[in-house]
């Protein structure tokens, strides 16, 4: 998920391809780029750019998991749209096979940082090239031999880059210096985290966090000590978070129901959870 200062709400579909769009004080998401558009398939996660006016947003081919959507782009790519029109702007290529474009941040830098679960790499998006590199790799991004790696990923205040890993559930900081990564340390969570999936920073400064396992949490961080404060719980398999207003908005993606983990049927309509800010249970 991702949204704009006025509330603007937008969600991908990975099953069906295509990005939905809730305005403000709107009860139903509406299809805004259609399935296919601009070379894109399954969409993971989107991420808006106000100040450059553009919408970014991570497009893999999941046929060889068969989940088909319409078109026949191979690959992961990061696509760039027009924040207001909907208009493709930007293609971009994974480098090689065997990725998984997942989430997306734009630096202070100006620069788009994106996460790679299928291998251990985080790359970047030149915001005068547009040209996709490798940024930077580290033996603490690697994926398990089933399932996912890096996932969601997101500046803090202190300038320095935070990721997380999907299925091991690390909390990650990469130090920066200059615009340049000097190391990465991994964090101490005050207690063990569940399928780690979408992080943004707060307008406060801090984070929210998804567990896939049904939370929204709030991320306090102190040196490598991190306060894990549960906003909300019982949540339908959470993907993705943003906050507009003081309101953290989740999407509840199901994604198990897909993957035959659980019955198959998704619980209809799927929803975008409105979570106001002061409210907090305990963990």
């Known amino acids: 998920m991702t949204s704009l200062s006025d509330g603007t709400l937008f969600a991908g579909s990975l099953a069906s391809g295509g990005i939905f769009r809730a305005k403000p004080g709107a009860a139903q998401a509406e299809l805004w780029i259609k399935p296919g558009t601009f070379g894109t398939r399954s969409i993971f996660g989107v991420f808006a750019d106000e100040k450059a006016g553009l919408l970014w947003a991570c497009s893999n081919d999941l046929s060889a998991r068969g989940i088909s959507t ?39 830098d100006g620069a788009l940082y994106v996460t790679n679960s299928a291998k ?17 790799t580290s033996p603490l991004f690697t994926p398990p031999k089933t399932g996912a790696g890096l996932d969601g990923i997101a500046f803090g205040a202190d300038g320095n880059l935070y990721v997380d890993t999907f299925n091991t559930a690390t909390l ?112």
């Open 70 to 108: 319409p078109g026949n782009a191979t690959g992961s790519w990061i696509k760039g749209f027009d924040l207001h029109t909907g208009l493709g702007l930007i293609s971009a290529r994974f480098p090689g096979d065997g990725n998984l474009c997942n989430d997306s941040t734009v630096g202070p």
């Open 120 to 136: 251990p790499q985080i790359l970047r998006l030149d915001p005068v090239t547009r040209k996709l590199t490798i940024w930077l």
């Open 172 to 283: 990650l900081r990469v130090v920066m210096k200059d615009g340049r990564p000097l190391r990465v340390e991994r964090l101490r969570p005050s207690r063990p985290l569940v399928l780690a999936d979408g992080l943004r920073r707060t307008s406060g400064g801090g984070f929210l966090l998804i567990e896939g396992a049904g939370r929204l949490d709030r991320m306090a961080i102190d040196g490598d000590d991190v306060q894990i404060t549960t906003l909300r719980d019982a949540l339908l398999n959470p993907t993705g978070v943003t906050e507009t207003n003081g309101t953290a908005w989740v999407s509840e993606g199901q994604l198990p129901r897909l993957f035959g983990q659980s019955p198959p049927n998704p619980v209809l309509p799927f929803r975008l959870v409105a979570v106001p800010l002061a409210t907090q249970q305990t963990p």
